[in-house]
């Protein structure tokens, strides 16, 4: 095994054990739930963004298996601080880092922790796992209203 693919399991193990962002924001302007049949992890995003429609504030709370969990903390430390539309292009990105579909000329180092994700796609199950909190970010975002399913 890898050094960087070891790193990258206890990044994973970390966050899973100690979640970043993990719990609820009181009021937030935005909100979305998210359900992943295969595993059964649930999921919900609360989003505080501030005059300027930059994130202020973003946590999840839910069960989930360790790569959902992980996923989420590690999300939220990277879109803090983003504009709705900069976390959107990341959402696309990290989409396309964990099923392998990145352009070759595109810098994977911006990920930083979440490269953690870059060879999910080995395992096709999982990426739905490392995608729900993205996709339950991303429908909170765009004020949907239906819990998002990742099937």
């Known amino acids: 095994m890898s050094s960087s693919h070891e790193l990258y399991q206890q990044i994973i193990l970390d966050h899973n054990k100690s979640p970043k962002n993990f719990g609820a924001i009181e009021h937030p302007s935005h909100k979305a739930d998210g359900y992943n049949p295969l595993c059964g992890d649930q999921i919900t995003v609360t989003i505080l963004l501030d005059e300027s429609k930059t994130i202020r504030d973003i946590r999840f709370e839910g069960s989930g298996c360790a790569i959902s969990k992980a996923s989420a903390s590690l999300m939220t430390l ?7 539309k900069e976390a959107l292009e990341f959402f696309e990105r990290f989409h396309q880092l964990i099923t392998k579909t990145l352009p070759a000329d595109f810098n994977v180092e ?5 490269n953690a994700f870059s060879s999910i796609w080995e395992y096709p ?4 796992c490392a995608s729900l909190p993205w996709y339950t970010m991303k429908a909170a975002l765009e004020k949907k209203l ?4 990742t099937e």
Do not use: N, P
């Open 110 to 114: 911006l990920f930083g922790r979440l």
């Open 146 to 149: 239906e819990t998002i399913v």
């Open 78 to 84: 990277a879109i803090k601080g983003k504009t709705i």
């Open 125 to 128: 199950s999982r990426i739905k």
